[in-house]
Every structure is written in structure tokens, then in C-alpha cells.
């Protein structure tokens, strides 16, 4: 549940028992990324760069229906995160695994188009998160807050275009879906995955195993 934090006293002792109360929200995060925007907007006019920013999203949100899970954008991209119980509460698609596949999905649908000049390439960073808030700092938005959403930022500076960089958890989390399934581990667009890296990103003071997914 969002908790509004707004305090005008810096040394509230009734900040710091409400920060105190706030619970961990678990969840999956992922950026994304649409390539080559800056450039194209001094290439073209507002209908040229428009359309084909509408056309993206379209393929790669709301087609997956992850339009209820976009927290924030800034300018071409955007942060979204679906908590552990959210995920788990739907229909179908319900696991790590096939958020996943989804995004490949999308990510493959767009990089293989015959008209290429209807969509944009993007690049997409994941990671299943436990040290995470939902807090907000500004009345009427909602928000997510921690150093597993810091990673997930840092893990963005690993990705290219048509590449998907997951880290070692996110991994794990999806190869143990896929056991729970009764599926080998090469199963679906796992069956590109990398080997794994390892990486000491500015401002986490441990190392972050990482592979990632090549979009073909």
C-alpha cells in the first residue's frame, strides 16, 4: 500500500516512526529504453517521432497490458514495477518466466516488423527486487523507493539496442519457474541468454551478477 511521506519538521520523531512502519513491497522492476528518440526529434517534426513513440508503447505495454504498472517516465523512458502479489494475483501470466517472455515478445515483435519505419528499438533492464518502499514523496503519485530500484537503473547502462540485461536473482527466479513447470531451463527466449557477468556498478557497494537476452 502507498504511504504519502510529508513531514514539514526535518526532526519529526512522528517521521521517523512512520518510516519506521513502512513494509518491504517485493516485486519485479524493469526500465525500458526507446533508442535513437533524442536524434530522431531533430531529424523529423512531432509527426514523425509522435507516431512512432504511440506505435512502441502500444507494442510494448499496453499489448502485455503492463500500462497499470508504469510508475514514472522520463522523456523516452520508463520505470515499471509489479509487486510479488500483484503478479501472483493474475489470470495468467503469473510468473517470472512469463513476464519475461512478454517483453521478448514485444521487444521481437518490433525488431522484426516488415515496416520498420512504424516502431523504435529499445532496450530493457530487469531485476526482481526485495529492498524496495512503496512511498512517494509528492501527494497523488505513486512511487517506489530502495536500492534494488538503484540497481535496476544501474543495470540499464549494460543494455544495448534489442538487448534485455537481467540480473543473476531475476534468473533465478525464472529458471525456478520454469522447474515449477516441469520445463528445461533453455526453454523459451532463455535458450539465447548469456553467460553470467559480474559488475561493480557506481554506488552499490557489493557486486551485481547480470546476463542478458539478445533480441533476434
Known amino acids: 500500500m502507498l504511504r504519502y511521506i510529508h513531514f514539514t519538521d526535518p526532526n519529526s520523531a512522528e517521521m521517523v516512526r512512520a518510516l519506521e512502519r513502512v513494509p518491504r513491497c517485493p516485486g519485479t522492476c524493469f526500465f525500458m529504453d526507446i533508442n535513437r528518440s533524442t536524434d530522431m526529434k531533430y531529424l523529423g517534426g512531432l509527426k514523425d517521432w509522435g507516431r512512432k513513440l504511440n506505435n512502441t508503447f502500444n507494442y510494448l505495454l499496453f499489448a502485455n497490458h503492463f500500462q497499470h504498472n508504469i510508475v514514472k ?9 509489479i509487486p510479488d502479489e500483484v503478479l501472483q494475483k493474475k489470470a495468467s501470466n503469473n510468473t517470472c518466466f512469463a513476464l519475461l517472455e512478454d517483453i521478448y515478445s514485444g521487444l521481437y515483435l518490433i525488431r522484426n516488423h516488415p515496416d520498420p519505419d512504424l516502431f523504435l528499438n529499445c532496450k530493457v533492464a530487469i531485476h526482481h527486487c526485495t529492498e524496495v518502499y512503496n512511498i512517494t514523496f509528492f501527494k497523488g503519485a505513486n512511487d517506489y523507493y ?8 544501474r543495470l540499464m547502462g549494460k543494455g544495448i539496442e534489442n538487448r534485455i540485461v537481467l540480473s543473476e536473482t531475476f534468473y533465478k527466479r525464472v529458471v525456478e519457474d520454469l522447474a515449477n513447470l516441469g520445463l528445461p531451463p533453455e526453454t523459451g527466449c532463455l535458450s539465447r541468454v548469456s553467460e553470467r557477468h559480474t559488475e561493480i556498478f557506481r554506488g552499490v557497494p557489493v557486486t551485481t551478477d547480470y546476463r542478458f537476452i539478445d533480441v533476434q
Open 73 to 81: 517516465g522520463i522523456g523516452d523512458e520508463m520505470m515499471l514495477y
Open 146 to 153: 530502495g536500492s534494488d530500484i538503484d540497481l535496476t537503473a
